[in-house]
Antibody, heavy 115, light 107 residues
Framework: EVQLVDSGGGLVQPGGSLRLSCAAS????????MSWVRQAPGKGLEWVAN????????YSVDSVKGRFTISRDNAKTSLYLQMNSLRAEDTAVYYC????????WGQGTLVTVSS | DIQMTQSPSAMSASVGDRVTITCRAS??????LAWFQQRPGKAPKRLIY???SLQSGVPSRFSGSGSGTEFTLTISSLQPEDFATYYC?????????FGQGTRLEIK
């Protein structure tokens, strides 16, 4: 069974940093693109970034370029999102998802950016 | 960027009704279209991929159709557990984009 477990969320001040993790199991992690998606409170879904099987390609939405970095460790079957220079508008539940078509999702982790 | 426009944004229906939700892309996306269901407080769940393929384990009352710029999600006979928010997603080109969502409520 595919399992994705998101962690690392919390309360951070504007301008601060946070690193999210996603632990994957139940499938061959190194065969899949992986993605991050977020959802601000009461709002719709927003794709954030994704990364190719081997980490050689990454893509992200313009609003996080230069601030967020997606990475992966295939040996640890884990996905990461390093978030720097956080802003109030980054407050959201962050989900990791498998594939470019988001075929399986983690449970999400809440990031709150507030002073 | 490709804009995905869902309609309606919200609707109410009764158990047993047939419901159709539409998603229009601002440019052609072939069949790189998926549909998701999200219940309150839960992670989204994929229902349909490649515009018309049913995700394993999803009830057959859900179906998808379309190609190019216009797509539909149909629920043939609404069940109580289907009252949720539905999103379309295009992954034909970057940035990957979602529709704004359709909230389906009980009449």
């Amino acid at each position: 069974e595919v399992q994705l477990v998101d962690s690392g969320g919390g309360l951070v001040q504007p301008g601060g940093s946070l690193r999210l993790s996603c632990a994957a199991s139940g499938f061959t992690f190194s065969n899949f693109w992986m993605s991050w998606v977020r959802q601000a409170p009461g709002k719709g879904l927003e794709w954030v970034a994704n990364i190719k099987h081997d980490g050689s390609e990454t893509y992200s939405v313009d609003s996080v370029k230069g601030r967020f970095t997606i990475s992966r460790d295939n040996a640890k079957t884990s996905l990461y999102l390093q978030m720097n220079s956080l802003r109030a508008e980054d407050t959201a539940v962050y989900y990791c998802a498998r594939g470019r078509d988001l075929n399986s999702w983690g449970q999400g982790t809440l990031v709150t950016v507030s002073s | 960027d490709i804009q995905m426009t869902q309609s309606p944004s919200a609707m109410s229906a009764s158990v047993g009704d047939r419901v159709t939700i539409t998603c229009r892309a601002s440019q052609g996306i072939s069949n790189y279209l998926a549909w998701f269901q999200q219940r309150p407080g839960k992670a989204p769940k994929r229902l349909i991929y490649a515009a018309s393929s049913l995700q394993s384990g999803v009830p057959s009352r859900f179906s998808g159709s379309g190609s190019g710029t216009e797509f539909t999600l149909t629920i043939s006979s609404l069940q109580p557990e289907d009252f949720a928010t539905y999103y379309c997603l295009q992954h034909n080109s970057y940035p990957i984009t979602f529709g704004q969502g359709t909230r389906l409520e009980i009449k």
